[in-house]
């Protein structure tokens, strides 16, 4: 079946499930109609908004990291700002279930414990994780939480640094780098994290303001 590159059945398919809140049906139409690739050229090159709503839309709940990840980071930009959201929220969904289905059960148990403040336990897990695979990115981003929930800045930012070389659009781990290089008495490099996640969110007034904020703080003190 010929690929709808324009997305105009895909705008149908988000128009009916606005209306019916019917996720599963939503689903079930997109996996029948459109593959991963073509879901990312409508998301990144359609001029229509409701067909880029659409599409990040399908790759939040279809979208694998490896096919998805760079696509859906991009559209952080994106002019929209009803994409810009549903596509942070879609990169957290592709990045919890970027591993094997094994290793996206243990994620889960690691977020649970954070959440129950089972710190302890929660860092042991991640480590367990990281063992078993070491390039998945969302154990590290993980447990550079626990470290920073637990106030070891200095590892946090290590593992923080470790999420960017595997996922570089992880906005998570570029702004809690940032945050711990603050703690850490690091501005400038911390500076240069802000504007790194402010070239991948631009229209981020709070990231803009905290940039500015900091250059003015480092011009001011130059002895940092």
Same mark, same amino acid.
């Given at each position: 079946? !010929?690929?709808? +590159? %324009?997305?105009?059945? /895909?705008?149908?398919?988000?128009? *009916?499930?606005?209306?019916?809140?019917?996720?599963?049906?939503?689903?079930?139409?997109? /996996? &029948?109609?459109?593959?991963? %690739?073509?879901? %990312?050229?409508?998301?990144?090159?359609?001029?229509?908004?409701?067909?880029?709503? &659409?599409?990040?839309?399908?790759?939040? /709940?279809?979208?694998?990291?490896?096919?998805?990840?760079?696509?859906? %980071?991009? *559209?952080?930009?994106?002019?929209?700002?009803?994409?810009?959201?549903?596509?942070?929220?879609?990169?957290?969904?592709?990045? +919890? #279930? &970027?591993?094997t289905p094994e290793n996206?059960?243990?994620?889960?148990?690691?977020?649970?414990?954070? =959440?129950?403040?089972?710190?302890?336990? @929660?860092?042991?897990? *991640?480590?367990?994780?990281?063992?078993?695979?070491?390039?998945? *990115?969302?154990?590290?981003?993980? !447990? &550079?939480?626990?470290? +920073?929930?637990?106030? !070891?800045?200095a590892e946090s930012a @290590?593992?923080?640094?470790?999420?960017?070389? !595997?996922?570089? +659009?992880?906005?998570? @781990?570029?702004? =809690?780098?940032?945050?711990?290089? $603050? =703690? $850490?008495? #690091?501005?400038?490099?911390?500076?240069?994290?802000?504007?790194r996640a402010l070239k991948?969110?631009?229209?981020?007034?709070?990231?803009?303001?905290?940039?500015?904020? $900091?250059?003015?703080?480092?011009?001011?003190?130059?002895?940092?």
């Amino acid at each position: 079946m !010929r690929d709808d +590159f %324009g997305g105009s059945l /895909l705008v149908d398919y988000f128009k *009916a499930f606005l209306q019916d809140h019917d996720l599963e049906t939503f689903r079930g139409r997109v /996996l &029948a109609r459109y593959n991963e %690739g073509t879901l %990312g050229r409508i998301l990144s090159s359609s001029q229509v908004v409701m067909a880029r709503r &659409a599409a990040v839309l399908s790759l939040a /709940l279809v979208g694998t990291f490896e096919g998805s990840n760079p696509v859906v %980071g991009r *559209a952080l930009a994106d002019s929209d700002p009803i994409v810009r959201a549903m596509a942070e929220d879609a990169l957290w969904a592709v990045w +919890f #279930r &970027a591993d094997t289905p094994e290793n996206n059960q243990l994620l889960d148990r690691i977020r649970a414990l954070i =959440g129950r403040q089972q710190l302890t336990e @929660a860092e042991a897990l *991640a480590t367990r994780l990281i063992t078993i695979a070491p390039n998945f *990115a969302e154990a590290y981003n993980q !447990r &550079a939480f626990a470290y +920073f929930l637990e106030g !070891r800045l200095a590892e946090s930012a @290590a593992d923080c640094q470790q999420v960017i070389l !595997r996922n570089p +659009f992880h906005i998570g @781990a570029i702004e =809690g780098l940032a945050k711990c290089q $603050l =703690g $850490l008495d #690091r501005p400038h490099d911390a500076l240069k994290s802000l504007r790194r996640a402010l070239k991948l969110r631009p229209h981020n007034d709070s990231l803009r303001e905290m940039v500015k904020s $900091l250059e003015l703080t480092i011009e001011s003190d130059g002895s940092k």
